[in-house]
C-alpha cells in the first residue's frame, strides 16, 4: 500500500512542479522577498523586524494560494485527461489514489515554502552581518551545483528542487545568525505554514473530490477565510448581531478548523511569550494539523469512491 501511495505522491509532485502558475508564483514570492529589502532598507531602526514580519507574512499567503490552486485542479486534471482511468484499472484503492494526490501537493508545498524561507534568511543576512557579495555568491552557487547535477543525471532533475531547497533553507539558517529572533521568526512561520497547508490542501481535496476547480477554489477559499476567523465568530457580541448571527458564528468556529492557531503572534515565535515553548506549540498544532487532515481525507475518500466518473 505504502509502495502505492508513494508513487502517487511522487507523480503529483512531477506534475506540480511543471506547472507554471507555480513558476509564476515562485517569482512573485521571490519579489516579494525583494521588495521586504527595500522596505527594511527605509526603517531606520528596525529593518530586521520588517523583513521577518512582512517575509512570514508572504510565506503564509502565498503558501494557501499554491496550496488552493494546486487541491482544487490536480484531481480534475487527471479526470479531463482520462489518466485516472488506467491508474485505477490497476490494483489500486481510490483511498489509496486520493492520499497520494493529498501527499504529492503537500511534498510540493513544502518544497515551495522552504524555498521562499531560504530567500527570506539570505535576506536576514544581507541585513545583518554579512556582505552582499557573499550572499550572492553563496546563492549563485547554490544553483550553479544543482544545475550540474541535474544536467549529468537527467532523472534527477525532477527531484533535485526538494534537496536545493531544504539545503538552501539550511544554508539560510546560518547565512542569519546575526539575527537569532528574526531567523527564528522565519522558521516557526515556515513550518506552522506548512501544518496549515497540510489542512487548506485536505479541505480543497474534499471540494475536489465532487466539484469542479473554479468551484473548489472558491469553497476552500470560503473555509479557509472563515477558519481564520474562528476565533471572532466565536465572540461575536449579541448586542450588536443578535442571537441568531451569534449562535451562526459559534457553530462555525467550532466545525472548521482555527486557522488563526497557526498565525501566532510574533513574541510566541522569538520566545518571548511566558508560560509557552515553541517547540511544544508546533507539536499541538502538528498533531492538530494531522488531526484535521485524516478526518477530511477520510470524507473526500468516502464522497470519492462513491463518485461515478462515466
Not at 509502495?3 to 502517487?8: E, N, Q, Y
Not at 482520462?82 to 508545498?109: D, H, N, W
Not at 487548506?200 to 473554479?214: E, G, K, L, R, Y
Not at 481525507?297 to 466518473?309: G, T
Amino acid at each position: 500500500m505504502l509502495r502505492r501511495i508513494g508513487a502517487i505522491t511522487f507523480n503529483t509532485y512531477r506534475e506540480a512542479v511543471r506547472a507554471r502558475i507555480l513558476h509564476g508564483l515562485f517569482a512573485l514570492a521571490l519579489a516579494t522577498g525583494g521588495y521586504t529589502l527595500v522596505v527594511g532598507a527605509y526603517a531606520l531602526r528596525d529593518s530586521l523586524r520588517v523583513v521577518s514580519d512582512l517575509g512570514a507574512a508572504s510565506i503564509s499567503i502565498y503558501g494557501i494560494l499554491v496550496a488552493i490552486i494546486l487541491g482544487a485542479s490536480s484531481l480534475y486534471r487527471e479526470l479531463e485527461l482520462k489518466t485516472i482511468f488506467p491508474i485505477l484499472a490497476r490494483p489500486i484503492s481510490r483511498t489509496e489514489y486520493l492520499v497520494g494526490k493529498f501527499l504529492g501537493t503537500v511534498v510540493t508545498m513544502a518544497t515551495f515554502v522552504a524555498a521562499n524561507t531560504a530567500a527570506l534568511l539570505f535576506a536576514l543576512g544581507v541585513l545583518s552581518d554579512k556582505s552582499l557579495e557573499l550572499v550572492l555568491s553563496v546563492a549563485l552557487g547554490s544553483l550553479i551545483v544543482p544545475g550540474a547535477l541535474a544536467f549529468r543525471l537527467p532523472r534527477s532533475r525532477t527531484y533535485m528542487p526538494i534537496f536545493w531547497a531544504f539545503s538552501m533553507l539550511l544554508v539560510g539558517w546560518f547565512m542569519a545568525a546575526g539575527a537569532p529572533d528574526d531567523r527564528r521568526v522565519l522558521l516557526g512561520s515556515a513550518v506552522l505554514s506548512v501544518l496549515e497547508v497540510c489542512i487548506v490542501a485536505a479541505i480543497a481535496t474534499v471540494f475536489s473530490a465532487f466539484s469542479s476547480p473554479f468551484l473548489s477554489a472558491v469553497f476552500t477559499l470560503g473555509v479557509f477565510i472563515v477558519g481564520r476567523s474562528a476565533d471572532t465568530l466565536a465572540h461575536l457580541p449579541a448586542r450588536v448581531f443578535g442571537e441568531a448571527i451569534q449562535q451562526t458564528g459559534q457553530a462555525l468556529s467550532k466545525v472548521v478548523p482555527n486557522l488563526m492557531f497557526y498565525v501566532p503572534p510574533r513574541t510566541l515565535l522569538t520566545g518571548e511569550a511566558a508560560g509557552i515553548e515553541l517547540l511544544t506549540y508546533i507539536g499541538s498544532a502538528a498533531v492538530q494539523a494531522m488531526g484535521w487532515s485524516m478526518l477530511l481525507l477520510a470524507v473526500a475518500s468516502w464522497i470519492f469512491r462513491r463518485r461515478d466518473f462515466l
